[in-house]
């Protein structure tokens, strides 16, 4: 096996930078910048126990294409500065206001695109549905609007309860994707599964509201799809252990932008610029933003 990645190899190029959110709070991020003056901002949202380093080859990519690329940590996640969030808090609310404070604070004015990635897709449809974010081109790599075994009705309804009981109780999502709380195969990178496992930003379990909250969010999100009317490019991979390629399509078709574009990837697995098709992806991504085609 390769050498294992360190998180300075993976964020290398990148700038840490604080940003605040909608009451005050400061979260870290990272930003990759172009030589010269900037033709654009790209704002990069992470999935569920990701972070902002989760976006180095697309950031170090678009950077070098005169692109200002902004990496946040959400609230709640693995990098929350408050402990007592992280895998408890997910409100969409709350998302959306911290997102418009961070544009309000960093963006001046210039053209935006936005990139959401795994549940980060799912943030950032919201945030456009709902007006908090206004980007010209939107790109959604590999979103999670469902799981590829979705939870029958008694089961939503029992966690939904214990949710109440117990708000803080927490459990590994990942038991209700592959019946184990080990990672899966999120990529054939065997060095970057290596880093995954020991990322000091993986967050070890949620409690039962956050997962009450992110199983409406991911219906939610499918609702919000007809409300997207901004160029969409959607990637989706073969070997996604989360969702089922024609779970991907579905929701892909509801997105009611009329210029869109889905690209599939069937030897790919979750972590698209991470795994064996990197520079396609890189690459259409790049095309997307800076010619409006993938």
Known sequence: MASAHTYEHVTRGARSFQ???????????????????????VLCIHGLSGAAADFGPLGRQLAAQGFTVWAINLRG??????????????????????LAAFADAHLDGRPLHLVGESMGS????????????RPQRL?????????????PG??????????????????SP??????????????????YMHYLKNIPHRVGGFTLE?????????????????????????????RDIFIRPEQSR?????????????????????????????????ERITRWITEGRA
Request: hydrophobic share 40%; net charge negative.
């Open 19 to 41: 940003w605040n959110g909608h009451d005050g709070a400061g979260f870290p991020g990272l930003v990759w910048e172009p030589l010269g003056e900037p033709k654009a901002q």
């Open 77 to 98: 996640q693995g990098n929350d500065p408050d402990h007592r969030r992280r895998g408890h808090f997910l409100d969409p609310h709350e998302w959306r206001a911290d």
């Open 122 to 133: 799912l943030v950032s449809v919201d945030a456009v549905a709902h007006g908090a974010l």
């Open 139 to 151: 790109v959604l790599s590999a979103p999670v609007t469902e799981i590829r075994a979705p939870l």
């Open 154 to 171: 008694w089961m939503v309804g029992l966690l939904r309860q214990a949710s109440k009981v117990a708000p803080r109780a927490k459990l």
């Open 174 to 191: 990942l038991r209700f994707v592959h019946g184990k709380t080990c990672l899966p195969r999120l990529t054939s990178d065997d060095a």
């Open 210 to 238: 956050f997962l009450t909250n992110f199983h409406d969010l991911m219906r939610e999100t499918q609702q919000c799809a007809a409300r997207i009317d901004v160029p969409t490019l959607m990637l989706s991979a073969g």
């Open 250 to 282: 579905a929701f892909f078709d509801c997105i009611a932008a009329p210029e869109k574009e889905y690209v599939f990837y069937p030897q790919s697995h979750h972590l698209l610029w991470h795994d064996v098709d990197t520079d396609d992806v890189l």
